[in-house]
């Protein structure tokens, strides 16, 4: 038998731990929680709240009782050392300023890599009670007891797509915002504010392009293979891996990525 990481069907485990752990957040949501500031010197308002820490400690545990080699790594928490090659990357409330803001725009996000490959990767909203899910091969839909298999929207011209970004404020520079600016002109329309959800409407086929900037690794490596599942491509503005983040972009197909790219990665 095959037991490789590869092979392995993580997914299953993966799906039922992340919806399991969207109940603590869901159970703060809307409630005047205590929000605490852990920005450092010089950074931006950097929102942490108990349902934060509550929830990456409830995925900590679930994923050493199953596989206590394996490394953790999460926002809240920082890195717990296994001895395998895998790793799992949390961030178990992506998008806290729009929890804290009693907006639907929040998700918990968990995923596995190993090396540079991304093996599963998941992203759940309590609030909707939906999940979307992927191993870089398939992504899936899950509402109300309901799975289906999502694609992303192919063939889009830039002229006719739909881009996200959570917010112009993110890039960590001004010729970046310029950049980004720059493509959202090109575009049919955008929308502000979607976070991680972004990502899960364009492996469903409703947007076309995320475009966003300062970004961790465990904010984009559990999108990374729901994103590629759904037939999508996503890159760092210069089209290398993503996985680690920074300036980021998914794409719904590979001519509107190229496209897209000729205005982030070049100098125009």
């Known amino acids: 038998m095959n037991n490789t990481p590869a092979s392995v069907d993580y997914l299953p485990f993966l799906e039922d731990l992340i919806e399991q752990a969207g109940e603590i957040p869901l159970k703060y949501f809307r409630s005047g929680l205590a929000v605490t500031d852990k920005r450092g010197k010089g950074e931006s308002f950097d929102p942490v709240t108990r349902a934060d820490r509550e929830t990456e400690e409830f995925i900590r545990a679930g994923i050493a009782a199953e596989f206590p080699d394996h490394t953790i790594i999460g926002e809240e928490f920082g890195t717990t050392q296994g001895t395998d090659s895998l790793t799992w990357l949390i961030d178990p409330i992506d998008g806290t300023r729009g929890f804290i803001s009693g907006t639907p725009m929040w998700g918990v996000l968990a995923g596995l890599k190993q090396g540079d490959q991304c093996l599963a990767g998941a992203m759940h909203q309590p609030y909707t009670g939906e999940t979307w899910i992927g191993d870089g091969r398939t992504a899936h839909f899950i509402s109300r007891q309901q799975r289906s298999r999502i694609t992303v929207r192919e063939q889009v011209r830039l002229a006719d797509a739909i881009v996200c970004c959570t917010h112009p404020a993110m890039y960590p520079t001004e010729a970046a915002r310029e950049r980004f600016i720059g493509v959202v002109a090109r575009c049919r329309f955008s929308r502000y504010g979607t976070e991680c959800l972004g990502y899960g409407m364009l492996a469903s086929g409703y947007v076309d392009l995320v475009i966003e900037g300062g970004l961790s690794a465990y904010d984009i490596m559990p999108l990374i293979p729901i994103v590629e ?26 001519r509107l990525h190229d496209e897209v790219l000729e205005y982030l990665g070049s100098n125009k």
Request: aromatic share 4%; glycine share 26%; charged share 10%.
């Open 229 to 254: 599942g759904a037939g999508g491509i996503i890159t760092d503005w210069q089209g290398n891996a993503a996985l680690n983040g920074g300036l980021i972009v998914a794409a719904s197909g590979k």
